[in-house]
Antibody
Framework: DVQLVESGGGLVQPGRSLRLSCAAS????????MHWVRQAPGKGLEWVSG????????GYADSVKGRFTISRDNAKNSLYLQMNSLRAEDTALYYC?????????????WGQGTLVTVSS | SYELTQPPSVSVSPGQTARITCSGD??????AYWYQQKSGQAPVLVIY???KRPSGIPERFSGSSSGTMATLTISGAQVEDEADYYC???????????????FGRGTKLTVL
């Protein structure tokens, strides 16, 4: 079975950094693009960032561009999100999501999320 | 930046037809997808490529798209369909590359 397990969330002060991880299992990790999607408390889904299977294509939402960096380690079946210069508005549940097989650009599996709280 | 616009809420009685719309300038060229999210759970895909239904999704869920508007229709809505629904698409606006994605702000469906 496909499993995506996020970790690394927590309480952090504004301006500080945090690194999220997503451990993937149950599928051939390096065959698929992966994404981060977040959801602020009581709010909607927001796509954050995506990375192709070989890290050759990367995209960021305008709200995080220049502050967040997505990466992956196919040897470790892991996805990462380095978050710098955190702001209160980055407070959210961060989901790791697997992209469906090409050519479909939707997410077919999601983790349960890791909560990031940015507050002094 | 590219936006998908949904109504904040839709309310129907059980057995009625619920329609949730999603408008976006690129929808004539890009497929719409729909996710259902129940409270405390991860989202679940209910419609892909405008009108296709994934296996395991009840037949009462259908989708359509015309021009700049996509529509999710739930025919004979059930109490268990009460959830937030998000439209989703790819975003190639501006200098965004093929890996950009966008969600609508979501529509809360109430069935009572």
């Amino acid at each position: 079975d496909v499993q995506l397990v996020e970790s690394g969330g927590g309480l952090v002060q504004p301006g500080r950094s945090l690194r999220l991880s997503c451990a993937a299992s149950g599928f051939t990790f390096d065959d698929y693009a992966m994404h981060w999607v977040r959801q602020a408390p009581g709010k909607g889904l927001e796509w954050v960032s995506g990375i192709s299977w070989n890290s050759g294509s990367i995209g960021y939402a305008d709200s995080v561009k220049g502050r967040f960096t997505i990466s992956r380690d196919n040897a470790k079946n892991s996805l990462y999100l380095q978050m710098n210069s955190l702001r209160a508005e980055d407070t959210a549940l961060y989901y790791c999501a697997k992209e469906a097989p090409s050519p479909y650009p939707y997410f077919d599996y999601w983790g349960q999320g890791t909560l990031v709280t940015v507050s002094s | 930046s590219y936006e998908l616009t949904q109504p904040p809420s839709v309310s129907v009685s059980p057995g009625q037809t619920a329609r949730i719309t999603c408008s976006g300038d690129a929808l004539p060229r890009k497929y719409a997808y729909w996710y259902q999210q129940k409270s405390g759970q991860a989202p679940v895909l209910v419609i892909y490529e405008d009108s296709k239904r994934p296996s395991g999704i009840p037949e009462r869920f259908s989708g359509s798209s015309s021009g700049t508007m996509a529509t999710l229709t739930i025919s004979g809505a059930q109490v268990e369909d009460e959830a937030d629904y998000y439209c989703y698409s790819t975003d190639n606006s501006g200098n965004h590359s093929g890996n950009h994605r966008v969600f609508g702000r979501g529509t809360k469906l109430t069935v009572l």
